[in-house]
């Protein structure tokens, strides 16, 4: 399966340092899911939600990379020369006003400085650009006690779903 977020014109991206002074790059999105053969079908509440998105770096904290501890950071850890990524669910509460995709990306250092420009090329064009970030996982799991969710599992108790691909392209948009 992929799960692909669209950042258009529309959308907003923003460039930062975190408190160890590792840089990220974030966002908001449009959010699509593609279905390959999959036994349940997506519920509209998943792909009616709004998404976010935060492309960082090894140098990254374990706090900033997955401050509730769901297992981003041990795999960012544990390989650093490799992508990783994990997606989760939140639904709407007090907080939230609406059900919330995350994505929270971690690329090796020295594939951060590309995916930047990329991003900055968007920022600073004058013309209509569109940047697709799409992450490739393993389909929901159709029973518990795996390390991939249920699909109620993602919605319900927020369980991300990792992801070791990614690919990133910036396109301006012509009419």
């Known amino acids: 399966m992929s799960w692909s977020f669209q950042v258009d014109d529309n959308h907003s991206i923003g460039f930062g ?13 449009s959010s699509f899911i593609f279905e390959h053969e999959l036994s349940t079908p997506i519920p509209s509440r998943l792909k009616n939600a709004v998404a976010s ?19 981003l950071y041990q795999a960012v ?3 650093p020369g490799k992508v990783h990524a994990m997606i989760q669910f939140h ?3 007090e907080y939230n006003r609406a059900d919330l995709i995350g994505a929270t990306i971690c690329v090796p250092q020295n594939r951060f400085a590309l995916v930047r420009k990329q991003l900055e090329i968007a920022v600073t064009s004058r013309l209509p650009t569109q940047t697709i970030i799409v992450l490739d996982f393993n389909q929901f799991n159709n029973h518990e006690g795996t390390t991939i969710p249920t699909l109620p599992t993602f919605m319900t108790y927020g369980k991300p779903v990792m992801s070791s691909r990614m690919q990133i392209t910036t396109r301006r948009i012509v009419d």
């Open 17 to 29: 340092l975190d408190s160890d002074g590792a840089e990220y790059v974030y966002g908001d999105a």
């Open 53 to 71: 998105w935060s492309i960082r770096t090894p140098a990254s904290s374990d706090a900033s990379l997955d401050p509730a501890g769901s297992g």
């Open 77 to 79: 850890r544990a390989a």
């Open 91 to 93: 639904g709407a509460n």
